[in-house]
């Protein structure tokens, strides 16, 4: 899979792609866009299957017909990354921007355990 910067179109239904926590199809996401009729929704999903950011996760019926289910193969995390380049720098500063600007104990406890848990990968 080669990463891309996505169209305005693409990032709207990797957006609702990324936020469902199971397979969509080209109907539901549709019913979602209110901007965007089924076939434009088609359309945009053949172009992110065709650059392997998605793929056919089944094939099952709605209602009566036999229906294609999407889902994501990128991850948000993965394609904010791309756009940020490599530079470490750009992910410590957004890091250290969510990191003071979070007010979830929770949250910032369980970065605390990741990061303790890669800091003894790494020592090993």
């Known amino acids: 899979m080669k990463i891309k910067v996505l169209s305005t179109r693409e990032i709207q239904i990797m957006n609702i792609l990324w936020s469902?926590?199971?397979?969509?199809?080209?109907?539901?996401?549709?019913?979602?866009?209110?901007?965007?009729?089924?076939?434009?929704?088609?359309?945009?999903?053949?172009?992110?299957?065709?650059?392997e950011i998605i793929k056919v996760a089944e094939i099952g019926y709605s209602n009566t017909v036999l229906t294609r289910f999407y889902v994501s193969v990128l991850t948000q995390a993965e394609y904010v990354q791309f756009l940020l380049g490599d530079s470490n720098l750009n992910l410590y500063k957004i890091t250290s921007f969510f990191i003071e600007n979070n007010t979830d104990k929770n949250t910032l406890q369980d970065l605390k355990k990741q990061i303790v848990e890669r800091q003894k990968k790494l020592g090993e």
């Not at 469902?20 to 299957?49: G, T, W, Y």
Request: some cysteine; proline content about 3%.
């Open 20 to 51: 469902s926590d199971k397979p969509l199809s080209a109907n539901q996401i549709a019913e979602v866009c209110d901007d965007m009729s089924v076939f434009s929704v088609q359309q945009v999903l053949q172009r992110l299957l065709k650059n």
